[in-house]
């Protein structure tokens, strides 16, 4: 049996991993099924659109870095109605809650701002206070934390979110 540079790459990195062996038992396990495997390939495709854009530059808008560098300055959560009231006169579209929902959103699916909810609103902060808010309502730690949980709390993206961990290890 021949075995392709791409396998054979797979194998090393797979033996030279701390994690390696779990990696390689869950794949066997999936491929060994097709229904199985098929699902996997599919969500692969979605892993590989998400790494892709890893490394791309996050550009933002001129608002987008006006209501970034504001939460930045104010150094708490605010809510949308909040930057709202304080940044409407400077930006008049931001002047509406919507727009600055919509602005801060935008902040947080780029991983520049997370989320958190408290009651009914919700608050919009830099991601290391979001992820340390959100290990403190889960009560956990870093170490053991579940980082794809806390991504869909905060509404951060995931490598946001393994990043904030990693720097809190």
Not at 145 to 169: D, R, Y
């Given at each position: 049996?021949v075995?392709?540079?791409?396998?054979?790459?797979?194998?090393?990195?797979?033996s030279?991993?701390?994690?390696?062996?779990?990696?390689?038992?869950?794949?066997?396990?999936?491929?060994?099924?097709?229904?199985?495997?098929?699902?996997?390939?599919?969500?692969?495709?979605?892993?590989?659109?998400?790494?892709?854009?890893?490394?791309?530059?996050?550009?933002?808008?001129?608002?987008?870095?006006?209501?970034?560098?504001?939460?930045?300055?104010?150094?708490?959560p605010?809510?949308?109605?909040?930057?709202?009231?304080?940044?409407?006169?400077?930006?008049?579209?931001?002047?509406?809650?919507?727009?600055?929902?919509?602005?801060?959103?935008?902040?947080?699916?780029?991983?520049?701002?997370?989320?958190?909810?408290?009651?009914?609103?919700?608050?919009?902060?830099?991601?290391?206070?979001?992820?340390?808010?959100?290990?403190?309502?889960?009560?956990?730690?870093?170490?053991?934390?579940?980082?794809?949980?806390?991504?869909?709390?905060?509404?951060?993206?995931?490598?946001?979110?393994?990043?904030?961990?990693?720097?809190?290890?």
């Amino acid at each position: 049996m021949v075995r392709s540079e791409n396998i054979e790459k797979l194998a090393g990195l797979l033996s030279a991993d701390e994690y390696g062996e779990e990696i390689a038992e869950a794949l066997v396990a999936i491929m060994a099924e097709e229904r199985k495997r098929n699902i996997f390939v599919v969500k692969l495709d979605e892993i590989k659109k998400i790494v892709s854009k890893l490394d791309r530059e996050i550009k933002l808008s001129t608002l987008e870095s006006a209501v970034k560098k504001f939460i930045q300055a104010k150094r708490q959560p605010l809510t949308a109605k909040e930057v709202s009231e304080e940044l409407g006169e400077q930006y008049p579209s931001l002047g509406h809650r919507t727009h600055s929902s919509a602005t801060l959103n935008s902040l947080v699916s780029k991983g520049q701002l997370g989320k958190i909810k408290v009651g009914y609103s919700v608050y919009f902060t830099e991601p290391r206070e979001a992820v340390m808010e959100c290990l403190k309502r889960r009560d956990e730690e870093p170490e053991r934390c579940s980082s794809t949980q806390i991504a869909a709390e905060t509404g951060m993206p995931i490598n946001v979110v393994l990043e904030v961990i990693g720097g809190l290890l």
